[in-house]
């Protein structure tokens, strides 16, 4: 198997998604909405804390040329994983962070990694390892929202990563 999907939430979905478009091997990214209570939510529905999704990145990747566990520390490089609810700027549980797997196998190695780096640190790491319960794809001005308006807002310093 070369071609793999995972499911990160950082924060705000727009930085996330312009950070891992630059890295190699990644194939496709698409931003929306995770885990949460509703089918098909609105960015406004989710904004009011009540479905319960976080901002979510699908990420589709060829593991020949980029591991999974390349792509985490590339999450972890970008990501306070010891704020609830929060990065950056943004507050609220759409904001939270986590992981979400599509299988057992992925689950089982996320799960490793985050107990080896909760080894490294007194402090407690609060993101979520789940199984994806689900996704939808968030409106299209959501998509490659940085490309688009190159000035936006983003809490990750994407400077090193701008062409």
Same mark, same amino acid.
């Given at each position: 198997?070369?071609?793999? *999907?995972?499911?990160?939430?950082?924060?705000?979905?727009?930085?996330?998604?312009?950070?891992?478009? !630059?890295?190699? &091997? =990644?194939?496709?990214?698409?931003?929306?909405?995770?885990?949460?209570? =509703?089918?098909?939510?609105?960015?406004?529905?989710?904004?009011?804390?009540?479905?319960?999704?976080?901002?979510?990145?699908?990420?589709?990747?060829?593991?020949?040329?980029?591991?999974?566990?390349?792509?985490?520390?590339?999450?972890?490089?970008?990501?306070?994983?010891?704020?609830?609810?929060?990065?950056?700027?943004?507050? &609220?549980?759409?904001?939270?962070?986590?992981? !979400?797997?599509?299988?057992?196998?992925?689950?089982?190695?996320?799960?490793?990694?985050?107990?080896?780096?909760?080894?490294?640190? *007194?402090?407690?790491?609060?993101?979520?390892?789940?199984?994806?319960?689900?996704?939808?794809?968030?409106?299209?001005?959501?998509?490659? !929202?940085?490309?688009?308006?190159?000035?936006?807002?983003?809490?990750?310093?994407?400077?090193?990563?701008?062409?």
């Amino acid at each position: 198997m070369e071609n793999k *999907t995972i499911y990160l939430a950082g924060g705000c979905f727009w930085g996330v998604q312009a950070f891992f478009d !630059y890295q190699k &091997g =990644i194939i496709k990214t698409t931003v929306g909405y995770a885990q949460g209570d =509703i089918d098909n939510p609105t960015y406004e529905e989710v904004c009011t804390g009540k479905t319960n999704h976080t901002e979510t990145l699908k990420i589709e990747f060829n593991e020949k040329e980029i591991s999974l566990k390349e792509i985490l520390d590339l999450y972890f490089s970008i990501i306070n994983p010891f704020l609830l609810n929060q990065q950056g700027n943004d507050r &609220g549980t759409q904001y939270r962070t986590g992981i !979400y797997s599509i299988n057992e196998f992925d689950f089982a190695f996320v799960k490793k990694y985050l107990e080896n780096f909760q080894k490294q640190t *007194t402090q407690k790491v609060v993101v979520e390892n789940e199984i994806l319960k689900n996704f939808f794809d968030a409106e299209e001005y959501h998509q490659k !929202y940085l490309d688009k308006n190159p000035n936006g807002y983003c809490h990750i310093d994407l400077s090193d990563y701008k062409k």
